[in-house]
C-alpha cells in the first residue's frame, strides 16, 4: 500500500530530514515509526498525506505516485487517508460533533446522515453526551479521542498519527490505542510516529527506526530493543 524507494527530503535552505529512506508498507500493517524529536517522523508522516513534496525518490502510496500527483490527485488520496496530530487541530468555533463530521461535508454527504454518523462514533468514543459542547471545553484526552473520531468517520484506508498520545496520561494512551487498533482489525493499515516506548514494547508491533533522517532499523517484534 506504501512503497518509498530513496526518499530525501530537504527543506530550504538546507536542511536534510530525510535522507534515501527505503520502505514498504502492506495494507493492514500496524507500524510504529520511532525515533528522537528531528528524526525526520513527522516529516515522513507529511509526505505520505502530501503536505509536503520528496526532493528526490519515489513515494508511492495506494498505485499514486506523489511525485507527480496534481491537485485532484490529493484531494482523492487524502479522502483515503485519516490523520491525528499531536495538537489535535480541532476547529474551535465548531461543535465536538461538527468537528466530527467535518470530512464528511467534502465528500458531499448530507447533514441529517453525518449527524448520525458523528453520533455513532461519540458514542464509541464515550462523548456521546458531548457532541454540542466546544472543543475547547473537553479536556486534552477528550480533545484527542475527538480527533481520532474525526479521523476514522469517512472511514479511510490509512490513518497516519503523529505522537497521538504525546499529551496523554497512560489510561488515555491505552483509549487511543485500542482504538487505533480496532481500525487496524477492521483492516485499516496505520502509522504511528511516537516516541514512546512503553507503548511500542508493550504492542510489540512492527517499528521503524529513523535517526537524522534514515532508517536505522525495522524490527517485527521490538521487545526486548525498545
Ligand atoms: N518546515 C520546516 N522547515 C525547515 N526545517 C524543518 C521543517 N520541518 C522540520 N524541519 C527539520 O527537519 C528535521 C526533521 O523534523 P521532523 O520531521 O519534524 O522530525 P520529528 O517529527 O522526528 O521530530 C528537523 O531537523 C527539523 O528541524
Ligand atoms: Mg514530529
Redesign the pocket.
Known amino acids: 500500500m506504501i512503497h518509498l524507494h530513496n526518499v530525501y527530503k530537504t527543506?530550504p535552505p538546507d536542511?536534510n530530514?530525510l535522507k534515501g529512506l527505503d520502505l514498504d508498507v502492506k495494507a493492514g500493517d500496524f507500524i510504529f515509526i520511532a525515533?528522537?524529536?528531528?528524526?525526520?517522523?513527522?516529516?515522513?508522516l507529511k509526505l505520505l498525506f502530501g503536505a509536503e513534496t520528496p526532493s528526490k525518490g519515489e513515494v508511492v502510496i495506494g498505485g499514486r505516485n506523489l511525485s507527480s500527483i496534481d491537485r485532484d490527485g490529493i484531494a482523492h488520496l487524502r479522502r483515503e487517508i485519516g490523520v491525528i496530530f499531536q495538537d489535535y487541530k480541532l476547529l474551535p468555533r465548531r461543535t465536538v460533533a461538527d468537528n466530527v463530521a467535518f470530512g464528511l461535508e467534502v465528500l458531499g454527504i448530507k447533514e441529517s446522515e453525518r449527524k448520525r454518523l458523528a453520533l455513532s462514533l461519540l458514542k464509541s468514543i464515550g462523548l456521546e453526551d458531548r457532541g454540542d459542547a466546544l472543543p475547547l471545553t473537553l479536556s486534552g484526552g477528550e480533545q484527542q479521542r475527538v480527533s481520532i473520531a474525526r479521523a476514522l468517520i469517512h472511514q479511510p484506508r490509512l490513518i497516519l498519527a503523529d505522537e497521538p498520545t504525546g499529551n496523554l496520561d497512560p489510561d488515555m494512551t491505552r483509549v487511543v490505542f485500542d482504538l487505533l487498533l480496532e481500525a487496524n482489525a477492521a483492516g485499516v493499515t496505520v502509522l504511528v510516529?511516537t516516541h514512546n516506548l512503553a507503548i511500542i514494547e508493550e504492542l510489540n508491533l512492527r517499528t521503524v527506526v529513523?535517526d537524522r533522517?534514515k532508517i536505522i532499523g525495522d524490527f517485527q517484534s521490538p521487545r526486548g530493543i525498545a
Open positions: 527543506y536542511q530530514a525515533g528522537a524529536s528531528g528524526a525526520g517522523k513527522s516529516t515522513l510516529a529513523l533522517g
